[in-house]
């Protein structure tokens, strides 16, 4: 498994957390609020936000909410505030690459947040462009494995632009190009192969393999950063073994 997939090491560990699940309520609310900006507050003609909303519904977020959201980004009620996407790179203990995108009405504090969780665990912000290079957003797309096989994934998704298919755990992610995950998703519901989850992701072309001690340090790191209100996501080029992810997840 390669990278800090959102989808397997911390997902489990969020879940557990009230605190985090207020965050992650938070952070859902706010991507609504975007995507209704962005596309209109129509979901049936905004596939972001139809998926955004998805999303949140999946993650128990009170419909009310979702909806004030919704209302709130289409200009339909009053109260949005001004988001702007915000990527700040730097480097982690063991030299990882870490990318921290920010979605925040107010820059200064979030410049202040990541710098702080980064000096305080033991990473070092770097000048923009400085790690991002080794960086690609692709659009990810899961399914569960159940009683399908690679091909039968991968022959469903062959011709709406996916680009590799592989096994993560019990479940089989598809990669593309961003613009053509809906495509991917479309393909897959054709094919009746339920898409469990999707989303945007970053993926490093170079890699550092880590082992459990450090990849403890990197997840603290982003811990802290994720504590912020103001951080949507982090993304690393660390890479874990099948036995270092076994170790992880047995604490």
Same mark, same amino acid.
């Given at each position: 498994?390669?990278?800090?997939?959102?989808?397997?090491?911390?997902?489990?560990?969020?879940?557990?957390?009230?605190?985090?699940?207020?965050?992650?309520?938070?952070?859902?609310?706010?991507?609504?609020?975007?995507?209704?900006?962005?596309?209109?507050?129509?979901?049936?003609?905004?596939?972001?936000?139809?998926?955004?909303?998805?999303?949140?519904?999946?993650?128990?977020?009170?419909?009310?909410?979702?909806?004030?959201?919704?209302?709130?980004?289409?200009?339909?009620?009053?109260?949005?505030?001004?988001?702007?996407?915000?990527?700040?790179?730097?480097?982690?203990?063991?030299?990882?690459?870490?990318?921290?995108?920010?979605?925040?009405?107010?820059?200064?504090?979030?410049?202040?947040?990541?710098?702080?969780?980064?000096?305080?665990?033991?990473?070092?912000?770097?000048?923009?462009?400085?790690?991002?290079?080794?960086?690609?957003?692709?659009?990810?797309?899961?399914?569960?494995?159940?009683?399908?096989?690679?091909?039968?994934?991968?022959?469903?998704?062959?011709?709406?632009?996916?680009?590799?298919?592989?096994?993560?755990? /019990?479940?089989?992610? +598809?990669?593309?190009?961003?613009?053509?995950?809906?495509? #991917?998703? !479309? =393909? &897959? $519901?054709?094919?009746?192969?339920?898409?469990?989850?999707?989303?945007?992701?970053?993926?490093?072309?170079?890699?550092?393999?880590?082992?459990?001690?450090?990849?403890?340090?990197?997840?603290?790191?982003?811990?802290?950063?994720?504590?912020?209100? /103001?951080?949507?996501? +982090?993304?690393?080029?660390?890479?874990?073994?099948?036995? #270092?992810? !076994? =170790? &992880? $997840?047995?604490?």
């Amino acid at each position: 498994m390669a990278g800090h997939s959102k989808w397997a090491t911390t997902k489990h560990k969020k879940a557990a957390n009230d605190a985090k699940r207020g965050k992650e309520f938070a952070k859902l609310i706010k991507n609504i609020e975007v995507a209704a900006r962005t596309g209109g507050g129509d979901p049936s003609a905004n596939p972001t936000l139809d998926d955004m909303i998805r999303k949140a519904k999946k993650a128990s977020v009170p419909n009310d909410n979702i909806e004030r959201a919704r209302k709130r980004g289409s200009g339909e009620e009053a109260g949005g505030a001004d988001w702007q996407t915000i990527m700040y790179e730097g480097y982690g203990p063991n030299g990882v690459a870490v990318l921290i995108e920010c979605l925040t009405d107010n820059r200064n504090r979030a410049a202040t947040e990541v710098r702080t969780a980064m000096t305080r665990n033991g990473g070092n912000m770097a000048e923009s462009g400085a790690v991002s290079y080794m960086f690609e957003r692709k659009g990810v797309v899961l399914v569960n494995k159940g009683e399908l096989s690679e091909d039968d994934v991968l022959m469903a998704v062959l011709d709406a632009g996916a680009e590799e298919v592989s096994e993560v755990g /019990d479940k089989f992610e +598809v990669l593309s190009a961003p613009g053509d995950m809906p495509a #991917v998703k !479309a =393909a &897959l $519901e054709e094919a009746e192969i339920e898409v469990e989850d999707s989303d945007s992701d970053f993926r490093a072309s170079v890699e550092v393999e880590l082992g459990v001690e450090d990849a403890k340090k990197i997840f603290k790191l982003i811990d802290a950063l994720e504590d912020s209100d /103001d951080v949507q996501n +982090v993304f690393t080029n660390m890479n874990l073994s099948e036995d #270092v992810l !076994a =170790a &992880l $997840e047995a604490e």
